[in-house]
């Protein structure tokens, strides 16, 4: 297959996931192997950035043939070489499987998870080197800034980008031409431009890895955006808990100004733009605008009332325009290819395409770009895989801790803003985390306002003083005690905080308990009216048993209890004192399969010896 | 005394750079961290005097942000992720296995500064849940047992199986 006189290149991923598998040494192993096989004048190794399918990395592509492999370590590298390149043939046992059919998939563009999508904003993640800005130039990067600079007025810039549809991809969806005009009309001077690439809901990893993978398609649409509305300095708020975004990004800042396409006059032009990089300090609430700004002004993160907006009254109290990483991305195409093209992308009210940061109990978890209005069954199953392990499908919640939790009857709906808003989520800046049977959605929606609770900044009452008081409601369903008012008490307080609180983590942080209700009554039900949890999370509503017929007395479990609670003696069948149980599962985890002693059970109480006794003949056998 | 005099000039330099820039703050409490591990009383001194605003100020906007500590850190800081997707796949009970294995709760430092035990919101690692990081390396798909190996001399007083 491989042809010694064709240029090949091995393509390895180098984001965050990757490279925590240590993807930085695999490279240079293949390196080092290339060279020592006297392979390097034909084949060139090429880091690159995410491929969005984490879950299965490090991964390594072969191109021009598209061989994938999967779960690549350090000393495959020799055989990585030399199967392809040396024997001819690829190494089978690093194919991809799929994990429906379990059949192996070779090349990169038979794998569901990929040929299922429709990458726009990703277009160029894991295929370029993002520490390379000829990469980026040679895919038609930067071609959008030249034509804008050289044959747009601003203010065709901005009707473009408002023919084309385009909607904020940081959840809220307003129109970015509106914005830009705005900014643009706005008489104050200096303007900026500010990137919010500060991805603070949990479960998202979309500007993370566009950062990582192609910095430089954001920057040339910042460039853009500043070129339309006159702005002459911009900044990204990049969160501090990415630093190879941050790196990645200050590289592209400077490989762009050597090639002039950023700082004074721009390409020879009038025209001169400069980007500082700010990095964010552990705020969700930042991810705000007006906190956001104050943040880079260097005050506590606090919203303000609106308006004025930001496009009047932003950082320092001058014109800014704020637009999200994937909003960014998404500029050059539009410049290139036209309003109509973009505009012929989704649906009606929400043009182009959404990406997710698909997560949870999902089987190909990683970066998914689908057309608006592709629906949400496409996305889990048919790109994502489905569950594994062979559990049911229970919820996937978007928005991240403003959004909603959507059970099945809703997986037909079209992911659009519009849609998911309908239902009662949102569509956010683009989490989306499956959870299937083993997951109780009161645990779920405790961990969300749990979430927002830590994040206030404390500003509003409702949102300081209500998230607090409604979490000891919620602590008292899942810890057994929920009275029979407790539900409807939950929903008046989520209320009176939409109502009260300022911004936009206060007015939405009852969303996830709001949704759990609508959808899943029945279990939150169970929890305070049988004190039971059917999913058989919450702690104080389940308990472990050693099943006497099962217990082999091999003495496992009481060793590795960190409580002390199991006692027993050889050939004793065990017992877990209720009383100093902490529930933690270690003994359901370390019983050896073959046994399968310990029973979890919520509302149920199972028949067991109250101390340890003699092992039955022929227990535990079948 | 002399010590004092020391770390106020280790500061000093440290926040040099940001002199006259129009952002000053928050930058230079990071930098400050990032040397020195955290922030002491007198960074925000410093730092209050180089960007124009009182101690106070500087201290209101370190303590409103979860990134900033005012206390010595561990030689080894262990986060845990919290994020959703760690969270449906576990990651509370590898917090409280991570707990029991160092001894520390949430926000503690081992007497001995080896060790000291945060969480993070999320780390956008998320495809690998549950995550955790030590220092700068992630660590993806952790297993109860991945703790144990990770933190082998204290797991060990816990029940090790017998062969």
Not at chain 1, 118 to 144: F, S, V
Request: charged share 25%.
């Amino acid at each position: 297959m491989a042809q010694s006189n064709t240029k090949h290149q091995i393509l390895i991923c180098q984001g965050s996931g990757c490279e925590s598998s240590k993807s930085d040494k695999i490279t240079k192993a293949l390196v080092d192997e290339v060279k020592h096989s006297g392979l390097s004048d034909t084949v060139q190794i090429k880091a690159t950035g995410c491929h969005g399918f984490c879950q299965q990395g490090p991964i390594v592509i072969i191109e021009p043939d598209g061989i994938f492999y999967t779960g690549v370590k350090i000393e495959d590298a020799p055989e990585v070489v030399k199967s392809y390149f040396v024997d001819g043939k690829p190494l089978e046992r690093l194919f991809y499987h799929d994990p429906i059919t379990s059949k192996a998939v070779p090349l990169y563009k038979d794998i569901q998870f990929y040929s299922q999508q429709h990458r726009l904003i990703l277009r160029n993640c894991g295929h370029i080197n993002p520490e390379e800005i000829d990469d980026y130039i040679a895919t038609g990067g930067y071609t959008a800034l030249k034509k804008v600079i050289s044959s747009m007025e601003p203010t065709q810039v901005i009707n473009e980008v408002q023919r084309s549809g385009l909607r904020g991809r940081g959840g809220a969806g307003f129109p970015t031409g509106k914005k830009w005009e705005e900014a643009y009309k706005a008489k104050a001077n200096p303007k900026f431009v500010v990137c919010n690439a500060d991805e603070g809901d949990p479960g998202a990893f979309m500007d993370r890895s566009i950062l990582e993978a192609d910095p430089h398609s954001v920057l040339e649409g910042m460039i853009i955006a500043s070129y339309a509305i006159g702005s002459s300095n911009g900044y990204i708020y990049v969160r501090a808990e990415y630093p190879l975004a941050v790196k990645r990004f200050g590289i592209a800042i400077d490989q762009a100004k050597k090639h002039n396409l950023l700082g004074n006059n721009i390409l020879g032009s009038k025209f001169s733009f400069d980007v500082d990089v700010m990095q964010g300090a552990g705020a969700f609430v930042c991810g705000e605008g007006s906190a956001l700004m104050y943040s880079i002004e260097g005050k506590r993160g606090m919203p303000r009332v609106r308006p004025p907006r930001s496009v009047a009254s932003g950082l320092w109290g001058l014109p800014t325009s704020l637009n999200n990483v994937k909003t960014f991305a998404s500029v050059p195409l539009i410049i290139n290819n036209g309003a109509d093209w973009y505009a012929g992308i989704g649906t009606e009210g929400s043009k182009g395409t959404a990406v997710f940061a698909l997560t949870g109990k999902i089987a190909n978890s990683g970066l998914v770009e689908v057309p608006m209005g592709t629906t949400l069954r496409h996305v889990v199953f048919d790109i994502g895989g489905g569950v594994p392990g062979g559990k049911h499908f229970k919820a996937v919640q978007t928005g991240g801790p403003s959004g909603g939790c959507l059970p099945g009857s809703a997986l037909d709906l079209p992911v659009d803003f519009e849609s998911l808003s309908k239902a009662g989520s949102i569509m956010g800046s683009g989490g989306m985390v499956v959870m299937d049977e083993e997951t109780c959605m009161v645990d779920v929606a405790h961990y969300f306002l749990s979430f927002c609770r830590d994040e206030s900044c404390g500003k509003c009452v409702p949102c300081r003083e209500g998230l607090p008081l409604m979490i000891d409601i919620l602590e008292r369903i899942t810890g057994g005690k929920g009275k029979p008012e407790d539900i409807s008490r939950l929903l008046e307080m989520s209320d009176t905080v939409i109502k009260g609180a300022l911004c936009g983590l206060g007015t939405t942080a009852p969303n996830p308990i709001l949704s759990s209700i609508r959808y899943f009554r029945d279990e939150w039900e169970a929890h305070v009216n049988e004190k039971r949890c059917p999913a058989l999370v919450c702690k104080p509503l389940i308990n472990f048993y050693i099943l006497p017929d099962k217990c082999q007395g091999c003495g496992i479990c009481a060793r590795s209890c960190p409580a002390e609670a199991i006692t027993g003696g050889k050939r004793m069948v065990h017992v877990i004192d209720q009383s100093k149980c902490i529930k933690c599962a270690t003994c359901l985890e370390k019983c050896p399969p073959k046994f399968s002693a310990i029973k979890k059970v919520s509302g149920e109480t199972v028949e067991v010896p109250p101390e340890p006794v003699p092992i039955a003949a022929g227990a535990g056998t079948k | 005394m002399t010590t004092d005099t020391e770390l106020r000039k280790q500061i000093r330099d440290i926040i040099a750079p940001f002199k006259g820039r129009q952002i000053v703050l928050i930058p230079a409490l990071q930098a400050v961290q990032e040397k020195l591990g955290y922030l002491p009383q007198e960074a925000m001194e410093e730092i209050g005097a180089l960007a124009g605003v009182s101690t106070n100020t500087v201290y209101g906007v370190a303590t409103f942000y979860a990134q900033f500590r005012t206390t010595p850190a561990g030689k080894r800081r262990v986060a845990v992720c919290r994020g959703t997707a760690c969270h449906v796949r576990g990651s509370e009970r590898i917090l409280e296995a991570v707990e029991r294995a160092l001894r520390l709760k949430v926000g503690e430092t081992t007497s001995d500064r080896e060790y000291s035990l945060e969480t993070v919101a999320c780390i956008g690692a998320c495809a690998l849940a549950p995550t955790m990081r030590i220092n700068e390396d992630t660590h993806g798909k952790i297993t109860t047992k991945a703790v144990e190996e990770l933190f082998p001399r204290k797991a060990k007083q816990e029940g090790t199986p017998e062969k």
